[in-house]
C-alpha cells in the first residue's frame, strides 16, 4: 500500500503561483510514476501532469502545459506540482496519484491504485 498526502492548496489571485506537494508513505515511492489530477465542481476528474519513477519522463494536459511543472525527491518520498500564471479555470481539487507507469495516468486512470484525499486550490478574476 502507498498512501498520498497532498498540501499547499489555498487562495490565490489569477497570474499567482502555487506550490503542491503530495508526500507518500508505505511501499517504495520510487517504483512508481506520480501524477496529479484535478476535479472542478460538475466536472468529471481530469489528467494534470504526471512524472515517471526516475523523473525522467513527464507529462502535462495541453491546458497546463508551460505554466505547471511536475518534479519529485525520492530521497524524500516526495512529488511536487509547481503552479504558476494560475487562471480561474484552474481551481478545483487536486488529487496526487500513484501508478506502475507514466503511461496509466494518461491512458487508464482508472487502473490507478492510489489516490490522496485532495487539496483544494481557488483562483480569484
Known amino acids: 500500500q502507498v498512501q498520498l498526502q497532498e498540501s499547499g492548496g489555498g487562495l490565490v489571485q489569477a497570474g499567482g503561483s502555487l506550490r503542491l506537494s503530495c508526500v507518500a508513505s508505505g511501499r517504495t515511492f520510487s517504483n512508481y510514476a506520480a501524477g496529479w489530477f484535478r476535479q472542478a465542481p460538475g466536472k468529471e476528474r481530469e489528467f494534470v501532469a504526471a512524472?515517471?519513477?526516475?523523473?525522467?519522463?513527464?507529462s502535462y494536459a495541453d491546458a497546463v502545459k508551460g505554466r505547471f511543472t511536475i518534479s519529485r525527491d525520492n530521497a524524500k518520498n516526495t512529488a511536487v506540482l509547481l503552479m504558476n500564471s494560475l487562471k480561474p479555470e484552474d481551481t478545483a481539487v487536486y488529487y496526487c496519484?500513484?501508478?506502475?507507469?507514466?503511461?496509466?495516468?494518461?491512458?487508464?486512470?482508472?487502473?490507478?491504485?492510489?489516490w490522496g484525499q485532495g487539496t483544494q486550490v481557488t483562483v480569484s478574476s
Open positions: 512524472i515517471n519513477w526516475s523523473g525522467g519522463s513527464t
Open positions: 496519484a500513484a501508478a506502475g507507469y507514466i503511461q496509466t495516468m494518461m491512458s487508464s486512470p482508472q487502473a490507478i491504485g492510489y
